[in-house]
């Protein structure tokens, strides 16, 4: 079937259309090894590579060489590239063509000599050039005394303070309703563009729904919507997402992808993360609440230092330090030396990423190569979280653990929990009690099982319980057969029992950061090696975005309230820069700097300078509110216009980098599947809670734990009535095989061993493969049809309602007329069928082209 449709710019063509689209993008994709490297292939370079090059290749093959080993340089990209004696180093995107990976693998060459590596850290490089070995370095000769110059560091546009500049004025001074759309108007103006007409009705009903809170309006919504002629009514509905439980869940998920949050430690182990949810949670409470972001920066950097005036507020303060602690933690590494300084790096980079836009992890082992940012600098923050340790080694064992803090209740908290303890520990023990009556009864059996063994046998066999036995081969075969029954429900019994032990109601922990005993400057890692420790130097921050000194950090502390204090400071020219930039780009689908983790010299300078600063300066006025921000956004007549073509415009502006129009975007993974759900009728609200299965461990999953080793746990399957929670409260697994992530990888989820403040939108045929033939979207198409049979007898009332779920608009003549031309074509394919089948099949077929395609797939 092929559903035509008469506006412009509606395709609900779904199965060729979608084909048509993608398979028109493979050219484009095979293309992506030319194009220049993404921000996260940087970042996996900058934390998984550049280090390890450092540490033990830079010694004998770069510029900080005296003699070049084998005429092999790996201190930049050209060098590996070039290669040396024998041959190019690597092949970008062939792993097992590059010398390089055969000299990690020992593999008739043997690099480094000394002895070779993890075998993590060759998986590393193999997938570091599998993605096209991303590296910015460049060549470069003897490396000599750096210094970084700080007052012409300042002169780039996001280290000034943030202005609050003059409303433009414009010709057409009917067009903008919000002071922002004046500067939007203005750049078109001035480059002889107009921006398009508005967008209807329905589709900002639609945009806005699923921007606020990643769900579509319903029926009931856009009746009540499109019948309010009041001047207010895009007002009213704006209001009405902001203040649901939606757009705290919608908007925390950005946020979490900032912070690598897994319910697992690390990417090379499965060591259970038993407290992280609490941070995924809190985090869902902050953005409902319109937590102030000042206030939210303090809590996430220093929340355990903040005063509290209840024991929620405190749980809460502690829970939010969980922004430093729930990243890719290889908490399974004898080196703890090690361990701890890539922690730290890891910390520094994400406070650099998230709240500054730099790519701080680049000033680990030296001076950065672009940045005004040295290593004093990087060393300066790395001092104050070194000072705050986040894990603790286990005795006798490999792994450490990562620290937790007890979190205080309220006397009805804690009567609740002992309530639930008791109820626990009633069932443990009735588990326990089952357990001994088993092993009594299987010693029994298994006695029973050997006197009529050595009866059969010729031999005496012992009287049991002085009574005579009658054996034969029928009872040895009876009593075998319940000997397997009984190993079989004690082998189903244990992990039972071993999983409730551990999950024990018991009082409340988060993973939260506490400052050390004996806080302390930190030396600079000569090559970022923590065994070769050089100058100390005092905990401070980046000296080209500050206004003032670092101010003294008290006997005691570690500095990371002061710390916090900066990053939230309104004079700081980063923080709210980078934060509104995000805002927008959440809501344009690009930011005005479209380099949303990098405001460097190396990144894009925004499109509109002067309206980023606007935006800026209203955010600091109206108390650091990202809800105010936000809502002043969507009712402004940029965020209102269409997202339809106008070929003048784009030839001056293919980008539409000057906002002429809306961009398109097609869903993140979450809003894909939130949307099925809320659209078949099968969404369930819930109010969060651990992600990860904790009861039916034989099903569901498995934890295992035994001597001085780590936790480890098996995921399987979603427990019952998980399948239809909102994608945000599903486990997130740093490696996965379990259904729902498949969804999540085929459409650009970030890699939780990364960080990203903007995903990938890519386009390929193997999406279209997944929502055609995925048993998510065919049953979800199944259940939407079943609903429309039974709630509408009518033909015309099921396709009104069908188009109004899917699409969040009325069906039109044309897509009417083609909807029922298919369902007459599939009548006489399935006549074999009786009637209530073919009649089910039919609109499942239906319904299932609807959610298959361009329309349904993406936010126009």
Known sequence: MSVSVARPNRDVAPRSLVFSVVLGLVSSVAAQDQAAPTQEQLNFFETKIRPVLVTHCHECHSSESKIVQGGLRVDSRDGLLQGGDNGPAIVSGQPEQSLLIKALRHDGIEMPPKGKLPASVIRDFETWILMGAADPRVAKGPVGVSAVDLEEGRKHWSFQPVRDPPIPAVHDASWPVDPLDHFVLARLEQAGLRPVADADRYTWLRRVSLDLTGLPPTPGEIETFVRDNSPHACEIVVDRLLRSRAFGERWARHWLDLTGYADMMGTSNSVFAEHAWRYRDYLIEAFQNDKPFDRFVREQIAGDLLPAASPQERAENITATGFLMVGDVEIVEPDKAKLEADHVDTQVIKIGTAFLGMTLGCARCHDHKFDPIALPDYYGIAGMLRSSPATHKIPFGVWSKLNSTELPETPEQKAARQKLEAEHAEKLAAMKGEQIKLETEKKTVDEQLAAVGASLDGQVAPKLGGESRSDSPTEKTSLTKRRDELAEQLKKLAPRIQHAEFFASKVPHAFAMCDGAQPTDMPIYIRGNPYSPGDVVPRGTIRV??????????????????????????????????????????????????????????????????????????????????????????????????????????????????????????????????????????????????????????????????????????????????????????????????????????????????????????????????????????????????QLITDSPQVDARLNQLWLRAFSRPITTAERDAALTFLAELEASLDSQDASTRESLHWQELCHSLLASNEFLFRI
């Open 545 to 786: 975005a500050s206004w003032d000194a670092f101010p003294p950090i008290p006997a005691g502390q570690s500095g990371r309230l002061q710390l916090a204090d900066w990053l939230a400071d309104r004079h700081n020219p980063l923080t709210p820069r980078v934060t509104v930039n995000r805002i927008w780009q959440k809501l344009f689908g690009e930011g005005l700097v479209r380099t949303v983790d990098y405001f460097g010299t190396r990144g894009e300078t925004p499109s509109h300078p002067e309206l980023l600063d606007h935006l800026a300066t209203r955010f600091l006025q109206n108390g650091w509110s990202q809800k105010q921000l936000i809502r002043a956004i969507v009712l402004s007549r940029a965020y209102r216009l269409s997202s339809t073509n106008d070929n003048a415009a784009n030839k001056v502006d293919p980008d539409n980098r000057l906002l002429w129009r809306m961009n398109r975007q097609r869903l993140d993974a979450e809003a894909l599947r939130d949307q099925l759900l809320a659209v078949s009728g099968e969404l369930k609200p819930t109010n969060g809670g651990p992600g990860l299965v904790l009861e039916e461990p034989e099903n569901c999953g498995e934890l295992r734990q035994s001597g001085v080793n780590p936790p480890n746990y098996t995921h399987r399957k979603p427990r019952t009535g998980e399948e239809f929670v909102r994608t945000i409260y599903l486990p997130v697994m740093r490696t996965s095989t379990a259904t729902h992530d498949n969804l999540r990888s085929f459409f650009d989820f970030v890699n939780p061993a990364q960080i990203a403040g903007q995903r990938n939108q890519t386009v390929v045929p193997t999406q279209s493969l997944f929502v055609m033939n995925n048993e998510l979207f065919r049953k979800r198409a199944k259940t939407l049809a079943d």
